[in-house]
T-cell receptor
Framework: ETGVTQTPRHLVMGMTNKKSLKCEQH?????MYWYKQSAKKPLELMFV???????ENNSVPSRFSPECPNSSHLFLHLHTLQPEDSALYLC???????????????FGAGTRLSVL | LAKTTQPISMDSYEGQEVNITCSHN???????ITWYQQFPSQGPRFIIQ???TKVTNEVASLFIPADRKSSTLSLPRVSLSDTAVYYC????????????FGTGTLLAVQP
């Protein structure tokens, strides 16, 4: 148990569906992240939030829409996805964006997404 | 952001000590070195972090030479459950706290 919980663990959706991934951290952290991990590829950073403000968007297509209503919750809203979006989506949090131990990221178990 | 280079894969046997070395030639003065472990279909898990010399915790040791251009993760007496991908990351947090995950090192522990 890392203190970061992601739901659902598995999701199958059609290309016309709208779904949302949820992440909740119980660590009192101020920064949260979304990553994408495709098969046999490195993790790709998608979005970074700090104190509920989006501070980075790594050229992610608009069909992925993040939301951070408070420092403990992070959502990733999905719509009109493509089959190539099938991947493991990981959420992480860190104490802050400072150096040293403050930037250690704690990851959830991920959501395995399949787009048909 | 400092780029890291580590072996793609390593093999070991149960009970052996495993050392995984990571090169980061252009590490910046305020960069820390952090190692993560990832099992299939799970998120990476923090193992150890250091800035210089040696750091040890209940799981591993991290050796960092004086020039800090490389680091070595040492896993004592590995078991089958240590089979995983190990990532070396270098960064200093800051404005975006951007961590770049490379391909990592796949450690396969044999009985």
């Amino acid at each position: 148990e890392t203190g970061v919980t992601q739901t659902p663990r598995h999701l199958v959706m059609g290309m016309t569906n709208k779904k949302s991934l949820k992440c909740e951290q119980h660590l009192g952290h101020n920064a949260m992240y979304w990553y994408k991990q495709s098969a046999k590829k490195p993790l790709e950073l998608m979005f970074v939030y700090s104190l509920e403000e989006r501070v980075e968007n790594n050229s992610v297509p608009s069909r992925f829409s993040p939301e951070c209503p408070n420092s403990s919750h992070l959502f990733l809203h999905l719509h009109t996805l493509q089959p190539e979006d099938s991947a493991l989506y990981l959420c992480a949090s860190s104490q802050d964006r400072g150096g040293g131990s403050k930037n250690i990221q704690y990851f959830g178990a991920g959501t395995r997404l399949s787009v048909l | 952001l400092a780029k890291t280079t580590q072996p793609i894969s390593m093999d070991s046997y149960e009970g052996q000590e495993v050392n995984i070395t990571c090169s980061h030639n252009n590490i910046a003065t305020n960069d820390y070195i952090t190692w993560y472990q990832q099992f299939p279909s799970q998120g990476p898990r923090f193992i150890i972090q250091g800035y210089k010399t040696k750091v040890t915790n209940e799981v591993a040791s991290l050796f960092i030479p004086a020039d800090r251009k490389s680091s070595t993760l040492s896993l004592p007496r590995v078991s089958l459950s240590d089979t995983a991908v190990y990532y070396c990351l270098v960064g200093a947090g800051g404005a975006t706290n951007k961590l770049i995950f490379g391909t990592g090192t796949l450690l396969a522990v044999q009985p």
